[in-house]
């Protein structure tokens, strides 16, 4: 019975660019309602893109996660506000230690009711801060998203150790805890 209640349910997709997608995994894994975390790429002109090739800056694609979720159990709202407290949105030059065009931030929208929340909440975090600067990440369409190499899948999972140290030394760490004052790890 469970099988048929699992085909039954509609999920959602979500697609972010937050810099470099290792970082971006954990904050959504930690929400009920989450189905699954996705590293990849889009954005860009060129199909099926490698790491190596993202990497060059010759592809137009950015790094990014695209999350399905369950929205009976957490609204894309919320989703947005996971997004926007795991970055930096007023750096236009990438995040943090990360600098180019594959690790700006963006929010791809999957639906116009998708594209109005999204717009909505850049308002709100433009008004409301704690930023005085301004919001920079762009609200784009979703195309194509290609997913990364398995390697870089659900990386803070298979190298800890490694994750922890770039998530500290990147700068990202220090900045989320000083500006969104939220339980980062």
């Known amino acids: 019975m469970e099988d048929s209640t699992q085909q039954d349910k509609t999920y959602e997709l979500a697609t972010f660019a937050g810099g470099c997608f290792w970082c971006m995994v954990k904050p959504f894994h930690k929400y009920d309602g989450v189905v ?5 790429y889009t954005g860009g002109h060129v199909p099926n893109p490698t790491y190596e090739q993202v990497c060059s800056e010759t592809t137009g694609h950015y790094e990014a ?3 399905t979720f369950d929205p009976e159990v957490i609204s894309y709202p ?3 506000n996971i997004f926007w407290q795991s970055i930096d949105p007023t750096d236009a030059g ?7 065009s594959s690790y700006k931030t963006a929010i791809f929208y999957h639906s116009e009711q998708q594209k109005q929340q999204a717009e909505e909440s850049k308002k709100a975090i433009q008004l409301n801060g ?14 194509t998203f290609y997913p990364a190499e398995e390697y870089h899948q659900d990386y803070y999972k298979k190298h800890p150790g490694h994750y922890g140290r770039y998530f500290v030394g990147s700068g990202r760490a220090g900045f989320l805890e000083r500006n969104w004052k939220k339980d980062q790890e």
Do not use: H, M, N
């Open 65 to 67: 996660v695209q999350v």
């Open 78 to 80: 919320e989703i947005l």
């Open 94 to 100: 990438g995040q943090f230690g990360d600098r180019g």
């Open 36 to 40: 699954e975390v996705v590293s990849g």
């Open 130 to 143: 704690p930023f005085e600067s301004p919001i920079v990440t762009p609200i784009l369409p979703a195309v």
